[in-house]
């Protein structure tokens, strides 16, 4: 079964700090990994997109990874400002007809000041 | 440009009611599709459309009707409602029917739907 686990669930951390969220994914045929960014209250963003031959993609503060081997993808967030706080939304896209989209549960973070 | 717009923001329906939730685009996008997201769980899709004419459905599409007459409008049609379709309704679109699995989809801010 296609399936997108995130971890942790939620996080708090202080203003200027970094953090990483993780992404493991059980999906097959694999087309490419997404990472959206949604603030309360608004619909997702799109951060990133990989396909199986890239590894690392950076969007300002924002740096996804994806291990096609090992099926993991870790969004890093250098520098951590307040209006990082949203939930992070891994999706990851299957080569299949129509839909093809398996989203995660999200992480929600909190940055504190 | 707008990007993609829906109406309502908010609304409150009684079982059994129906209602239309609308959807539009200026960005010439060719798939179009709704989603609704409920705590919990991740976001789940209703029904797609890759071209004005042409939908399908998608995972979660009992109780729920669609039509594409245009490129840039997708409304999701609630038949009767019943309290389990209580969620917020995202619109979402990408651009190139044969392209959009590696094209970013841009949402809509939601819907909130509450059905007493």
């Known amino acids: 079964k296609n399936q997108v686990e995130q971890s942790p669930q939620s996080l708090i951390i202080l203003e200027g700090k970094n953090c990483t969220l993780q992404?493991?994914?059980?999906?097959?045929?694999?087309?490419?990994l997404r990472w959206y960014k949604q603030d309360t209250g608004r619909g997702p963003v799109s951060l990133t997109i990989m396909t199986f031959s890239e590894n690392t993609k950076s969007n300002g503060r924002y740096t996804a990874t994806l291990d096609a081997d090992t099926k993991q993808s870790s969004l890093h967030i250098t520098a951590s400002q307040l209006s990082d706080s949203a939930s992070y939304i891994c999706?990851?896209?299957?080569?299949?007809?129509?839909?093809?989209?398996?989203f995660g549960k999200g992480t929600t973070l909190s940055v504190s000041s | 440009n707008a990007g993609v717009t829906q109406t309502p923001k908010f609304q409150v329906l009684k079982t059994g009611q129906s209602m239309t939730l609308q959807c539009a685009q200026d960005?010439?996008?060719?798939?179009m599709s709704w989603y609704r997201q409920d705590p919990g769980m991740g976001l789940r899709l209703i029904h797609y459309?890759?071209?004005?004419?042409?939908?399908d459905q998608g995972e979660v599409p009992n109780g729920y009707n669609v039509s594409r007459s245009t490129t840039e409008d997708f409304p999701l049609r609630l038949l009767s409602a019943a309290p389990s379709q209580t969620s917020v309704y995202f619109c979402a679109s990408s651009p190139a029917r044969g392209d959009w699995h590696n094209s970013p989809l841009h949402f809509g801010n939601g819907t909130r739907l509450t059905v007493t």
């Open positions: 459309s890759v071209g004005a004419g042409i939908t």
């Open positions: 999706v990851v896209s299957a080569i299949q007809a129509g839909t093809a989209l398996i």
């Open positions: 992404c493991n994914y059980t999906v097959s045929p694999f087309s490419n």
């Open positions: 960005m010439n996008h060719e798939y």
